[in-house]
């Protein structure tokens, strides 16, 4: 459990562990809290590897508190594929991205998004590298990184 008191829920953890395993099915995974803030769940997942529907989704992505509504912070999980310099084949990387916009974003979700994604990271054994975005350019960028902020292959 996180400091928020957010728990994270079983599906979040074997989805996950699909994606993980590489059958082939999942290539992304989003994440959200539930509508009570109390629970992490997967939002959606795809096996679509394409990077603007997913960063669409992200990037449109609502959260309400209290009758108002603004841009909704979301964790995801990414594979990314990339081909390695001198042709030497093809690797993944496994990475969590936290999305929380800087402009439109409600104040408690954000909080909270902030307060949990720890929580969330743990229980996702496996990952290679992590991304923060709080702009649009940011997740726009990401994909174009084969280092993903330093991480060796």
């Known amino acids: 459990m996180s400091k928020s008191g957010v728990s994270v829920a079983p599906e979040c953890i074997s989805t996950f562990n699909e994606l993980k395993l590489g059958k082939g099915t999942i290539k992304y995974i989003i994440y959200k809290l539930s509508d009570d803030y109390k629970e992490i769940v997967v939002e959606d997942s795809g096996s679509d590897g394409d990077w603007e529907v997913f960063q669409n989704k992200l990037m449109n992505a609502k959260s309400s508190h209290k009758g108002k509504e603004g841009k909704g912070p979301r964790y995801a999980v990414y594979d990314f594929e990339y081909e390695l310099e001198a ?6 990387k496994i990475t969590f991205i936290s999305w ?3 402009e439109g974003t409600l104040v408690f979700p954000r909080m909270t998004y902030a307060s949990s994604k720890e929580s969330l990271k743990n229980a996702l054994s496996g990952l290679a590298g992590e991304i923060q975005a709080n702009r ?7 994909f ?4 993903f ?3 060796d292959e």
């Open 149 to 151: 902020g330093g991480y």
């Open 136 to 142: 649009d350019d940011e997740i726009e960028l990401a």
């Open 100 to 102: 929380s916009p800087d």
């Open 87 to 92: 042709g030497e084949g093809k690797r993944n």
């Open 144 to 147: 174009g990184h084969t280092d």
